[in-house]
């Protein structure tokens, strides 16, 4: 029915950048909410940013000023990007999409994951 792919996910030094990118792909209608979710390694998964169905963006505090989230639609593809990285920042990345397919069902979908370690 519908697939999500990441990608833009490695390693970086502190204080650099990344740009994630999740393309979904399809029998898609239209794309509701949508967002980004990690998970650090002992740790449960928690929003880094969210799009509510009509509503505006929300970022976790520890990423506010430092991460901002895009969408092309005409591509189905939604960015993190992702700048002065810490270490904290650390963890499986996994994109998040609220769709409503081509026939009326809405569904939730996530992404594979991607790793994003930042060490120097």
């Known amino acids: 029915q519908v697939q999500l792919v990441e990608s833009g996910g490695g390693l970086v030094q502190p204080g650099g950048s990344l740009r994630l990118s999740c393309a979904a792909s399809?029998?898609?209608?239209?794309?509701?909410?949508m967002g980004w979710y990690r998970q650090a390694p002992g740790k449960g998964r928690e929003v880094v940013a969210l799009?509510?169905?009509?509503?505006?963006?929300i970022y976790t505090d520890s990423v506010k000023g430092r991460f901002a989230i895009s969408r092309d639609n005409a591509k189905n593809t939604m960015y993190l990007q992702m700048n002065s990285l810490k270490p904290e920042d650390t963890a499986v990345y996994y994109c998040?999409?609220?769709?409503?397919?081509?026939?009326?069902?809405?569904?939730?979908?996530w992404g594979q994951g991607t790793q994003v370690t930042v060490s120097s």
């Open positions: 998040y999409m609220n769709i409503r397919l081509s026939w009326g069902t809405t569904n939730d979908y």
């Open positions: 399809g029998s898609i209608g239209s794309i509701n909410a």
């Open positions: 799009v509510p169905t009509g509503g505006s963006t």
